[in-house]
């Protein structure tokens, strides 16, 4: 095998394999949330796959000669990876929750192209292998070349494709790329007897359904964020509901008509929160645009209020701008960046109000859940301001719990807005925390509760966070905590 082809070849297919490694988040994220799990899923079973294909591939490379079968496994694989995203689509709607149905997702993803693609480098050592002079070598820099290929479809996949392209056009791509790579090894590497073309003709004839499957298979999102699945569905109940979706999760309501309008409860109880303030405009800062619910609420309730939003995907922004008739001004603006890195560059007693609404998925971001976190907020706050927070849980509530412990760690006072069983963490769903170094008015909170459909009531944490730990930037397992979870929508 020429030195070269050799190297194209070993590059390519360790790129590939990371690239689908990295993009299994993106396929299996709609059915069962980004979490520390699935991330840990991906990896877990991309790493399955190199050692089986290594093993495999340097079993069978002693057995058939390399050049009977290395432009075979490589187009294989090329098939494999355009098959990936509507494998997933077909099972993903039928899996269920939690991380049995991550693990089972993520390995029909990403295996099978794993397995066949890591093959190929012992095919390909086997035949640049001349003299045993020359093992150490050869082995070390296919490897080196294997190691770099990886590092490029990391780095190239996570800045670069996933910013620019859909997750389909991206495994569209690497997909072709590997069989047109594999038909090429198959043609040009003599194999001393005659060549049956009747698998490369097979594997073309899949290659082609594949890539129909890949393009035209049906997937629910209007647009592949930066990092979700989103889109926006009208209510047929209210002309002007929509509902935005993020992967699975029913994320936000929006009235376009009458923005006062707040279908979910706990939107209601954070609005609640922000009538119990003095009269008059208020600045608020919003981790988390979500549908811009809040932030449109205040804006006309409170004319005059000003509102700045630190959001991390730039794609959502755009959703709203289009689909749900968010226009940012002088009173609302929008920061796209993370918002632990973004508030630090908010003034010191800038803002009145603190509204958190971030989440992936299911859980708030750990660094966005941590004492110093919630440092910046204070700090950010005016001397009477107030930092409500959205947080999903379910029994036994052991992240609320230490969510309340950390926001007390920092805070003089913090209460629970809560449904009833929430108080004592027997029931799930969305808690609301209220933390201030001043006094909230929880009677005129609990007043605007009363007669909803799901009335709440205002209680402190004196004894809720038991003896629950502080999270901390060096210790705060939101996702563990979190585990085993239930699927809950935002109500």
């Known amino acids: 095998m020429p030195s070269a082809l050799a190297a194209v070849l070993v590059l390519l297919t360790s790129a590939a394999v990371l690239v689908l490694e990295i993009i299994a988040n993106r396929l299996v ?90 093959m190929v480098t012992p095919g390909v050592i086997k ?118 979706f993020l992967d699975s999760l029913r994320h936000s309501y929006v009235d376009l008509d009458d923005p006062r309008h707040l279908e979910f409860s706990y939107t209601q109880r954070i609005a609640a929160v922000l009538d119990a303030q003095p009269a008059g405009p208020l600045d608020a800062l919003h981790l988390g645009l979500g549908g811009g619910t809040i932030p449109r609420y205040l804006a006309d309730t409170r004319p005059g209020s000003s509102s700045r939003v630190l959001e991390v995907d730039p794609g959502v922004v755009d959703l709203d701008r289009d689909a749900l008739g968010l226009v940012t001004g002088p009173d609302l603006t929008v920061r796209v960046g993370d918002a632990r890195t973004s508030i630090a560059d908010e003034p010191d007693d800038a803002y009145d109000v603190v509204v958190g609404d971030a989440f992936g998925s299911l859980a708030v971001p750990w660094h966005l859940a941590t004492r110093e976190m919630a440092e910046d907020i204070a700090r950010v706050l005016r001397e009477d301001g107030v930092y409500v927070a959205n947080v999903i849980d379910n029994p036994p509530a052991a992240f609320v719990r230490a969510e309340v412990a950390t926001l007390r760690a920092v805070f003089d006072e913090v209460l629970l807005v809560g449904t009833a069983g929430q108080a004592d963490g027997g029931a799930g769903g969305n808690y609301v925390l209220v933390a201030t170094d001043g006094a909230l008015d929880a009677a005129a909170v609990e007043a605007l509760g009363a007669g909803r459909e799901q009335p709440w009531t205002v209680t402190g944490t004196d004894d809720f966070a038991g003896d629950a730990d502080v999270l901390t930037d060096d210790d705060a397992p939101v996702d563990q905590l979190l585990t085993p979870y239930a699927r809950v929508d935002r109500t």
């Open 127 to 244: 035949l640049r292998l001349r003299t045993l002079e020359e093992t150490g070598a050869t082995v070390g820099r296919l490897s080196a070349t294997g190691t770099i290929g990886a590092l490029a479809g990391t780095f190239l996949t996570g800045f670069v494709l996933l910013s620019a392209l859909p997750t389909s056009r991206v495994l569209l791509v690497v997909g072709l790329v590997l069989v047109v790579l594999g038909v090429v090894v198959a043609v040009v590497l003599p194999t001393g007897r005659a060549v049956d073309e009747r698998p490369l003709l097979g594997l073309l004839l899949l290659m082609l359904l594949g890539s129909g499957w890949l393009v035209l298979a049906d997937s629910s999102c209007d647009r592949e964020t930066r990092y979700y699945c989103a889109r926006v569905v009208e209510d047929p109940d209210r002309e002007g509901g929509r509902v935005l």
């Open 29 to 118: 994220a709609p059915y069962v949330g980004l979490t520390l799990e699935t991330t840990t899923a991906a990896i877990g079973v991309a790493l399955a796959g190199i050692a089986a294909g290594s093993a495999l591939g340097g079993r069978l490379a002693d057995v058939v000669d390399p050049r009977r079968w290395l432009g075979l496994a490589t187009a294989l694989g090329g098939v494999l990876v355009l098959v990936a995203r509507p494998t997933v689509l077909a099972l993903g709607p039928s899996v269920g929750g939690g991380a049995g149905a991550t693990i089972v997702l993520v390995t029909v993803a990403v295996l099978p192209a794993a397995l066949v693609l890591t």
